[in-house]
């Protein structure tokens, strides 16, 4: 016994087949790994359970979590969107305040403003 093995254990291993469980798991990451990459890697393990489910696995939603974290797969998270609406770094010139907050005018149409909001 040099690998600490005994006989009888060394023969169950030599001939054992690859049970279900295995197989099915193995086809389960295979997917995965699939819509993972189908999806350039942002679908984390709640949208690709639902498409496995659409595929008919019965499968949990922390299985292929867990799966995932075994193939060290991990989804990316993009920022959010978010509007620039003011760029104060520029070298145009800036228009005269002419107005000056004195809205009381004398006649009609000589004084125009507008709100850009």
Do not use: C
């Not at 469980?21 to 709640?46: E, N, T, V, W």
């Amino acid at each position: 016994m040099t690998l600490h093995v005994s006989r009888s254990g060394y023969y169950k291993w030599r001939t054992e087949k690859t049970s279900t469980h295995m197989l099915r798991k193995a086809a389960i990451m295979k997917r995965i790994q699939y819509h993972f990459a189908d999806h350039q890697k942002r679908y984390g393990s709640p949208k690709i359970t639902r498409l496995l489910h659409q595929e008919g696995y019965t499968v949990t939603e922390r299985t292929v979590s867990v799966y995932m974290r075994h193939m060290k797969l991990r989804s990316i998270v993009s920022k959010t969107y978010r509007v620039q609406t003011t760029d104060s770094n520029h070298d145009h010139p800036i228009a005269p305040n002419t107005l000056n907050q004195q809205f009381k005018i004398l006649k009609p149409n000589s004084v125009w403003v507008t709100d850009i909001t």
